[in-house]
Structures are given as structure tokens and as C-alpha cells.
DNA sequence: GCGGCACATTGATGTGGCTCAACGTCGCGC
DNA sequence: GCGCGACGTTGAGCCACATCAATGTGCCGC
């Protein structure tokens, strides 16, 4: 795990935002340095432990965030518990959604998180002032909606098994340079992945077997996935 | 139908902005009076006819548009032709998501349309020059980005006749100021409804049959839908 | 008015993924 | 090291929706 340099906890305020680890991945690379103190000045940090809720949907959004570590699960849910996860967040990401001053969707702590936490009026006002992160924050809504498109399509269109292909090489594309072979992690239960392609855990279960039996993947253990050969896994993703 | 007043085919310029009737609905609303002989400078207006394809996923994006009349289709296809709708369009709406210098999306006209061109070069410097065009675009963005995610939760969770019902409603809602009883017009086929909610042609058109003979709604023609009792549709939607 | 075509509906049957249930497996507290 | 609970896997049967096929229905050109 890449270990963040700042592990204030919730209130602290000053803290050196120009050493932050995620800096160039954040919103917060659109702010000069000549600005850095006054985004310095008007950021605290929260650690959330895994499995903890960070805020739900319809909550009042007082703050937004960058994550800093740690992986951040998305989700809405239905009035009678059905659960749909719109994505998954990790660090340099930003977190909180707002429409009508209220979070448009939860967002819980897959693993241990830190959060460097902004009021959204101080955010609204550094916004108003520093043009450059408008742009940033433009351009990371351009992607993440590109994304849920993308995200459309493997929902409605698509069938168990290509859903769980796109999912894991989506996973190795944001992870590494892709040599021959690769291993990704999935920090996320197989409930989590289930709610996310619009599964069951039992069908995510069973086609992680099947891919397993096919020899395109190996499952060293529910949290890891090998591919002994990335091109012959693209080749079978290939009608996606 | 709302007619619009510029009908000025592909290439005219110096339309007049201050008097285009969706200006309030569009991105143009940021652009202050003004600035609207600029803004006039740069647009050009193209008719598309019904059926037609505005552009495909993938094509090059020089230009992007926003809609003063008629609606359109989004869509992504699948190498074997499967397609997934992930929005529809309507006069006000901004048509054009890039990333990379290509569109993410492919599309198409539905009815007739009538689209206000603008290079995505002039965009980007009208943007840089008005901030309130971009918090504008921000704004529209993340209404977007909330919409996409909503759908996700409907893709991924609901049955066919939740999907249905929520389809409806939702156009109920874009549409007029909704008493007790209502009807919403909709101007696309069943196939892309089906393609929209992730179900077949067969799928939908058997589930308006199934919320007919419940006495939910009425179907005047293919094309309309009416609500005899709002509120008894919505009870019906609750569990949304 | 009538043939032809695109689109929608309806029916019969198939099936991918869900449901229900049992059984592993791992990690943790005591 | 042992019991327990959370999580994952595997199996058997079922069902919501897909597929395949036939039959309306409305519209347009002639």
C-alpha cells in the first residue's frame, strides 16, 4: 500500500497539501502552488475505517472529498433493500456527488480510507477564484460520465460472463503497465462485485469458477485474480 | 409542437441567440446579453432528418451542438450489434460528450431536429473567456452524471415492469405540471425503449399490455401513454 | 382502395441467471 | 486450538425474460 503522508485526523487544518502523496491525480493538481496555502487552509482529514458509511444518498452535503487512500464503494438502493453499486472510488478520486444539496448517492469505506475533506461552500468559493479547477473538475465529470455510460451498456447488454471480463480488465487497465501476465486486487466482496454488474454472488461466484476452468484466469484467493495470459483474456472479452 | 425560429440551414451564421426560444434551457443561458453577438458569431444551425444518424461513436469530435428542436437518441453498441440507449435528448440538452477527441456515444435523430452547431475549438474558447459557461456546462454535467446513475440502479435492479414504470414517470416529469391525470408522448420506437431499458421489444410491449388490462395507464396509439389516476401509478412505483 | 412495409402485439417455448439450500473455508476472539 | 460468524462455493430447481414465430395494425405510394 502506497502510505499517505497525511494522517491528521478530522479538524486539522494546515496541512503541507504541496508533500500530499495524490496531489497530481486530485482535483487539487489544478491549484498553483502559489495557491497551495490557501488550499492548505480550508482542508481537514477524516480516516474511515473499512466497512464504515462515509455519507448515504439524500444526506445534506456539507463537505466533499478527495480520497487519499483507501477504496470508496458508490451505491443507491431501493426501498426494499436491492442495492445497486454505481462504482468504485480510490485515491486521487473525487467524492460527493451533490444534487439539491443532498449526496446523490451512499458512499461506505471498502477498506480502511483517508479522506482529505473540503466544506462545499469554501470548495464553491475556491472554484470561483482558481478558473483551472473548474476545468479539473469539468474534465473528472466528463470521465466519470463516459464511465457510467460504459457502465450502461455492460447492465443492460450485456451477458454474466462478459460483465465479469469487462470488470476485471476495466481493473487492470487502471492498475498497471500490462506485460504478458498481470494480477489484480479486488479489495471488494463478491457481494460488492455482484451489486456492481447486477448479479447475484452465487452467478459472480460460479462464473469466476468457470473462467477459472477455461484457464484464462487463476483466483490465488477470493481478493486476487491472475491472468497467466492478458491477451488471450482480451481476445475472449473481445465482442465487448 | 414548439416551433423554433431558427430554421437557417448548415452554415448560417449571425443567427439571432437573444431570440432563440430554448436559449433560457441551454447552455446559452449563461452567456450574458451582451456577449451574444459572439456567441451568434460562432453558431451555425443543421436539420437532421428523422432516422438520421448525427454522428457515431468514435467520429472525430469537432463539433458539438445543442438541441433547439426535435429529440435524439444516445446510444453504444456491442461488435454484434447489441445497443444500449443511454439517454435521450431534447431541446435544451447539450449533445456532444468527448473524450480522447471522439464522441463517447453514437447519435441519432429520432423525429425531425434542428441542432445550433458550434466547433469545439470556439467552445472551448468562449469557455475559457465566460466562467458562467462553464459552471453552466459543470452544472448540466453533474444533472448528467445523477441521471446516469439512476439509470444504472434501474439497469442493474429493477424487473421489467419497475423499469417500465419508471420510464414513464420519469417523462412525466420532464414533461408538464402533473394533476390528477396525464399523458406523455413518446416520440420512439419500442425497440428503443427496449434498447433503453435493457429489455426486448417483446418484453416491453407485453408490459404495457400487463399495466393496460391493471387499468394503470391507456394507449391511445403506440406513441402516447395516458394516466387516467398519477398518483395510482406512482403507489404502484413506490417501490422505487 | 390496395399492396407492401415497418412496427407492434401476441403466443409458444427455451434458458440464463435467480432462488433456496447446503456445505466449505478462512480469520478472529477466547 | 476450537467455536463461531462472515464470506465464498457448489448444487438443484425455478422463473422472468429472451427467443422464435405468427399475426395484427397503421401508413404511404400508386
Redesign the pocket.
Known amino acids: 500500500m502506497n502510505e499517505g503522508r497525511n494522517h491528521k485526523v478530522s479538524g486539522a487544518s494546515h496541512s503541507r497539501c504541496d508533500q500530499c502523496d495524490i496531489r497530481h491525480k486530485a482535483m487539487c493538481a489544478a491549484v498553483d502552488t502559489a495557491d497551495n496555502d490557501r488550499l492548505a487552509a480550508i482542508v481537514s482529514h477524516r480516516d474511515i475505517p473499512a466497512g464504515q458509511v462515509i455519507f448515504e444518498e439524500g444526506d445534506t452535503a456539507d463537505y466533499v472529498y478527495n480520497i487519499s487512500a483507501g477504496e470508496v464503494r458508490l451505491y443507491k438502493l431501493l426501498p426494499d433493500g436491492r442495492r445497486q453499486i454505481t462504482g468504485f472510488l480510490r485515491e486521487g478520486d473525487f467524492l460527493g456527488l451533490v444534487t439539491d444539496d443532498a449526496y446523490a448517492y451512499g458512499a461506505e469505506a471498502i477498506n480502511k480510507v483517508e479522506l482529505c475533506c473540503m466544506r462545499l461552500s469554501n470548495l464553491e468559493r475556491l472554484v470561483a477564484d482558481i478558473p483551472p479547477v473548474r476545468d479539473r473538475l469539468l474534465d473528472m465529470s466528463r470521465d466519470e460520465l463516459a464511465a457510467a455510460q460504459e457502465q450502461m451498456l455492460l447492465l443492460g447488454r450485456k ?3 462478459e460483465k465479469l471480463l469487462s470488470f476485471l480488465l476495466t481493473r487492470l487497465d487502471h492498475a498497471e503497465d500490462h506485460p504478458e501476465e498481470a494480477t489484480v486486487h479486488l479489495p471488494m ?3 460488492d462485485i455482484a451489486d456492481y454488474l ?9 462464473t ?2 468457470a473462467l477459472r476452468e477455461e484457464g484464462l484466469i487463476e ?1 490465488p ?3 486476487a485474480v491472475h491472468f497467466p495470459d492478458v491477451k488471450a483474456v482480451r481476445d475472449a472479452a473481445a465482442a465487448m
Do not use: Y
Not at 447486477?198 to 460460479?206: D, K, N
Open positions: 451477458t454474466a460472463r466482496s463478491r457481494t447486477g448479479l447475484t454472488i452465487e452467478t459472480v461466484s460460479r469466476f469458477t483466483l484467493d477470493a481478493h
